[in-house]
Every structure is written in C-alpha cells, then in structure tokens.
C-alpha cells in the first residue's frame, strides 16, 4: 500500500511541477527517488538510478536519437530556407486567414497518417504555423494545442491503416491489422477532429474578443526576418517548398512498403543477429527519408542561404533538449512499472468491468497510459497482463477482436497527454511555450474529443458490433 502511495504522491508531484515550469530533465530523476524512498527501497535506490533509470534513458535515446536530430535539423532547413513561409503564405493567400487552424491540424494529419513521426511533425510544422497564426493574429499559445490535434488523437488511434506505433501493438494478441473496425474508426476520427476544431475555434474568437493578438514572444524577430526576406524577393518557389514534405512521406512510403519488403534481409542477423530487420526497417525508412528531405533542402536552395552553418548548427542544437525531457519521462516511467506497487494499481485497473472486456480494456489503457504518460507503453502493459483474457471473454460475448483492437489503441491515446508526457513537453519546447500558458487547451483536443469518440465507439460496437 506504502508503495502505491508513494507512486501517486510521485506522479501528483512531477505533473504539478512540470505544469509550474520546472524542467523534467530535473524532475523526472528527483520524483523517481522519491517514490523509490517513499515505497521503502531506499537501499535499492542507486541501482535502481543506474540500471533501470539511466538504462532506460539511454535505450530511448540510442534508438531515437537521429528522429529527433534529423527532426530539428528538418524543421531548422524548412524554416531557414523560406520554405515554410512560402507554403504559410501561399495557405493563407489560397484559404484565408480564418482557415489557420484548419490548416496546421490538417497539415499535421497529412503527414502523422503518412507515417511521418509526431515529433518530425511538429519539428517541420511549428514554422508554419506560427507564420498562419501571426498572419491571422490567432494567439500563439494555441498553436501546441492545433498541432497536437493533427499528430496525436485521430491518426494515431483511430483512422484505419494508420502505421502508427499504438495501431501495430496489439495485432500479435488479437491477431487483427492494422485496419481493425475501419468503420468506427473512420466514425471516431470524425468526432475527435470536429470536436478538437470546435474547441479551438471557440477558444481563438473568445480571445479575438477580448483583443488578444499573437503576443509578443522571443521568436518574433526570427519571423519578422524570415518575413523580410520573402518581401524583399527572395521566396522559395511553391514547389520546391513542397518538395521535403513530399520526399518526407514519399520516400517513407517507398521503403516501408516496396523497398525493404522487397528485399532479403536475413544476412545482416548473421552480423548483428540481435537486430531484427522486420522491426527496425521502419525506423531506417524514416531516417533514410529524413536525410533525403534535408540533402534536397540544402541542395535546392545552395547560393541563398545566409549562413549555412549556422542553420545546420541551430537546428541539431535544437535536440537535445526535447529529447532528453522526453527520454527523461521513459526513465521515470521505468522506475515506476518496477515498484511494487505499481502491480497494485495495474490489476486493480485491469479487473474493472470483468464482465464487459470492452469498459474494463477501457479503463485499463487510460489509466496506465496516464501514469506512464506513454500511450504504447500503458498498451503494451495492459496487453502484456491480460491481452489473452480480454480475447477470451470477447470470444464468450461475441465481441469482434476488431472492436477489441480499436478500443484499446483509442484508449491508450486518452490520459497519455497528462502535464509529465513526454510528447507534450517535446511539443511545448519546440514551440518555446510553458505548460502554463497551453496546457488545458492541448488536454481539451487530446483527453476531451477522444473520451466522446471512444464512449461513442464503445456503444456503437455493443450496439451494431464491428464495421
């Protein structure tokens, strides 16, 4: 019970100093210990530092590391090169300034569906928009909260065939695809995304209203630069702007789904026998296509850039604060799934409902997902534990794996986005806000739209069964 206790009082402690602007680089480390000490493990509590903290930190950061460095540099070339003012103004110019926040979500959902990282994402997608939201004179505290609804609810939970992370998880216990209940996931996306806009729309007259403007922020002068440059004449052409977003997804696709597919991979176990290529080829495409969208940036632009090392040195600088805060958050939530109490508080949440799969499989996705603030690894728990009973019970009451499938991964992308995710803090560094000025808007887009659509998904499914 202690060490229950003590995991609570840790979580509480690290979501409110984070929201008070405390960086988790400091956090995550500190409010680890303390549940160790408080669960009574203060023996252990140096080990436990060293090689479940630091080892998970440093996993996380040895297999995502070029993502994130490639990501800033992407997002730095996009926005150095005037490729990201050329496509904001030629979006505004085309659907009007009232069309902002329409444009980044869908913008954001183009690209997460296309297999594109969030934090690629948000990396290429901030320059953007912040230009539409200074042109449209939308507060930028908003801008996390858009991004967020494009890259985090509906095409990572809920669009079928969406090759996100959380959608493959649990196809070996369910054995289903990636398109399991398309229908309903077609139905929730739709309520995630109208829902989200509306909240953001509502939120952005509330604060035309009240003369709230774009305000003044520290990157103002590096738009105001990028925005003379492309008065004084020297606009990247629409295509050649469009180009590393194309490649992006483009190039990705190329190698997930015909390149790598199509080639015999077993030699490189005999040398690296514990690499698994059918595992890892989505993070080469992914890194392959990268550095093609950033070799074409640079190439395509060679004679007008102002300073090319600077741009390179600004944008690989730029990861390593996002990917320690988020790599941080991994560490803590390994501390944390160690402790005894933890076992507590996931059985406890795993026998709610036993005799509705659906509600119980419900509740135990969120629930977990929220305390590790990690949607694939609150799943990847939950299925671990009891995956194999919640497909029993299906079976007994009828119930599609299918539906099954689509409830868990909309699940697990509901209370993921709690103050100490890891995805968000990414997401507040990049855009140079705090927890404090965007928070309750992000967790209005991400918790609020995907309860609706998951209670609708749910019913429906009981209802109807799976389509």
């Not at 140096?46 to 590391?65: E, N, R, S």
């Not at 992407?74 to 990201?84: E, H, I, P």
């Amino acid at each position: 019970m202690a060490s229950t206790l003590a995991i609570v009082l840790s979580l509480i402690l690290l979501m409110y100093l984070a929201y008070r602007g405390i960086t988790v680089l400091l956090l995550a480390p500190l409010m680890a210990a303390l549940a160790v000490v408080l669960s009574g493990d203060i023996g252990y509590l140096l080990p436990i530092y060293t090689d479940t903290f630091m080892k998970a930190l440093g996993g996380y950061v040895m297999q995502f590391l070029p993502i994130f460095l490639l990501g800033a540099l992407f997002g730095r070339l996009m926005a150095d090169s005037g490729a990201a003012e050329t496509i904001s103004r030629w979006i505004v110019d085309r659907l009007g300034q009232k069309h902002a926040i329409v444009t980044v979500v869908l913008a954001c959902g183009i690209l997460t569906y296309g297999g594109v990282s969030l934090f690629v994402v948000a990396f290429a997608i901030y320059p953007i928009a912040r230009d539409l939201f200074r042109a449209a004179d939308i507060p930028k505290r908003l801008i996390p909260a858009t991004i967020a609804l494009g890259s985090f609810t509906f095409t990572m939970t809920a669009l079928p065939g969406t090759p996100a992370i959380q959608n493959a998880i649990p196809i070996p216990y369910y054995g289903t695809n990636v398109f399991a209940a398309p229908g309903l996931g077609i139905i929730a996306a739709l309520v995630m995304m109208g829902l989200g806009l509306w909240w953001l729309h509502s939120r952005a007259n509330k604060a035309a209203l009240a003369g709230e403007g774009y305000g003044t922020h520290e990157d103002n002068a590096e738009a105001e630069a990028e925005e003379a440059e492309y008065a004084a004449g020297k606009p990247m052409p629409l295509f050649l702007a469009l180009l590393p977003l194309i490649l992006v997804v483009g190039v990705n696709a190329l190698f997930t789904y015909i390149v790598f597919p199509g080639m015999d991979l077993s030699f490189i176990q005999e040398r690296f026998p514990n690499v698994n290529p059918d595992k890892i080829a989505g993070l080469w495409a992914l890194i392959i296509s990268l550095v093609v969208a950033c070799a074409t940036l640079v190439v395509s632009r060679l004679g007008h850039w102002k300073n090319l090392a600077d741009t390179i040195n600004k944008g690989v600088f730029g990861f390593m604060l996002p990917l320690f805060n988020t790599a941080s958050e991994v560490g803590y939530g390994a501390v944390i799934a160690g402790l005894a109490g933890f076992a507590i508080i996931r059985d406890a949440v795993l026998n709610v409902a036993p005799g509705n799969p659906l509600i119980s499989e419900a509740v135990a996705m969120n629930v977990l997902a929220g305390i590790t603030g990690s949607s694939s690894g609150g799943l990847s728990i939950a299925l671990q534990t009891l995956g194999s009973d919640y497909l029993r019970m299906a079976h007994e009451m009828g119930i599609s794996p299918d539906l099954l499938h689509r409830v868990a991964v909309m699940s697990a992308g509901g209370f993921d986005t709690l103050p100490h995710c890891g995805a968000i803090i990414t997401l507040l560094s990049i855009c140079r806000l705090t927890h404090r000025q965007s928070y309750l808007n992000i967790a209005a887009v991400t918790m609020g739209g995907p309860f609706v659509a998951l209670v609708t998904v749910i019913t429906l499914g009981t209802i109807f069964g799976s389509f």
